[in-house]
């Protein structure tokens, strides 16, 4: 198969749940929708804590230390962060969200300020849990050195049926993810191809470990404990992978 082929299944998965998950969405009580995003929080918490488990990589302790790979994870969240609420990533992606809003739904609809939060919500959160993981990474670069795309035909299975929930709650804004899907994970494939191996083991444990931690913050928002802007946290998977190389070094 060609490169690429995984982001283009998981893109479909993604549309695809996003229909079924609208439509049935409508049959459903405001009661029941709060009770599907509740469930589909509490996964990707079970997730983000399976994901932020790679702090405990062997290849990691062994190549910075016992003690090196929590200070690495609050090394990129911190510098990752700060770097993010510069740039106003979050703001960004939330004024990016409402001008597709307004682009894909006629005005006639009615649509006022609630539907409009709701689908910027849900534009935001699906590209989040979409866009953030070990599976994103770790596929895309796989898929694109050749290796297959298994893992992300695994990820594309388990958004499709993400998409479902939460379209049945945040409605079509679900469906705007795939823009940052194929984006990121295309990225990801394109780099893999041209530069090969791109990262250790252990710099890859460090991305998915902080990875995991911000998959905990998009479980918070789905949970409506806390509307954690992990979208200013993004630069930290740029940032964890270095500081890792940087304590190799200095090691």
């Known amino acids: 198969m060609f490169p690429g082929v995984g982001t283009l299944v998981n893109v479909t998965t993604v ?4 229909v079924i998950g609208v439509l049935a969405g409508h049959r459903f ?7 599907v995003t509740d469930a589909l929080g509490l996964v990707t918490l079970l997730i983000a804590g399976t994901a932020a488990a790679a702090v405990q990589d062997t290849a990691l302790i062994d190549a910075v ?10 090394g ?5 962060g700060v770097i993010g609420s510069v740039i106003g990533i979050e703001d960004g992606l939330e004024r990016f969200g409402g ?6 739904q006629h005005r006639s609809s009615g649509t006022d300020g609630a539907d409009r939060q709701r689908f910027i919500e849900g534009f935001v959160t699906s590209s989040l849990v979409f866009c953030v993981g070990p599976l994103t990474v770790l596929g895309s670069l796989n898929d694109g050195l050749g290796n297959g795309a298994d893992q992300l035909y695994l990820k594309a299975a388990l958004d499709g049926f993400a998409a479902i929930a939460f379209a049945a709650s945040l409605g079509w804004g679900v469906g705007a993810s795939v823009i940052a899907l194929v984006t990121v994970q ?3 494939t394109v780099l893999g191809a041209v530069l090969g191996d791109v990262l250790p083991d252990a710099h890859i444990a460090a991305l998915g470990a902080a990875g995991g931690l911000m998959l905990v913050g998009v479980a918070l928002r789905l949970l409506r404990i806390k509307q954690v802007p992990v979208g200013d946290l993004l630069p930290g998977l740029v940032v964890a992978p270095l500081l ?5 070094a200095v090691r």
Do not use: C, E, H
């Open 99 to 104: 001008w597709l809003q307004r682009k894909l």
């Open 65 to 74: 230390g016992s003690s090196a790979p929590l200070l690495i994870v609050l």
């Open 186 to 188: 295309g990225s990801l």
């Open 76 to 80: 990129s969240l911190v510098v990752g």
């Open 244 to 248: 890792t190389a940087l304590l190799v």
């Open 29 to 35: 009580q405001p009661r029941t929708r709060d009770v």
């Open 15 to 18: 549309l695809v749940g996003t």
